[in-house]
Nanobody
């Protein structure tokens, strides 16, 4: 089992940047593929980005492609989400998640382990 804790959220103006971090503890972090999801008020949780255990493969939702980069540091058990050119529609609670299947997955149901979320608010 792995425990996940997100940080780095906050309030930012449109066009600004944020870097979210997700620190893992428990079982070996490097064996898990990781994902970032987000949920806006009144909306379903949606996929943002995912990365394989090695970091060799990444995948992004069309809505964030070109503005967001997912990366990981297995030596420090951390996955990151660098977000640039933020828009008001990026406002949501952002969650990191872990799953042990060795490829990228976009469905939230593929991820058994979740963090508590961090709020990102983008003002116009």
């Amino acid at each position: 089992q792995v425990q996940l804790v997100e940080s780095g959220g906050g309030l930012v103006q449109a066009g600004g940047s944020l870097r979210l971090s997700c620190s893992a503890s428990g079982r070996t972090f490097s064996t898990y593929a990781m994902g970032w999801f987000r949920q806006a008020p009144g909306k379903e949780r949606e996929f943002v980005a995912s990365i394989t255990w090695s970091g060799g493969t990444t995948y992004y939702a069309d809505s964030v492609k070109g503005r967001v980069t997912i990366s990981r540091d297995n030596a420090n058990d951390t996955v990151y989400l660098q977000m640039n050119s933020l828009k008001p529609e990026d406002t949501a609670v952002y969650y990191c998640a872990a799953q042990s299947v060795p490829d990228v997955r976009t469905s939230q149901y593929a991820y058994p382990y979740w963090g508590q979320g961090t709020q990102v608010t983008v003002s116009s």
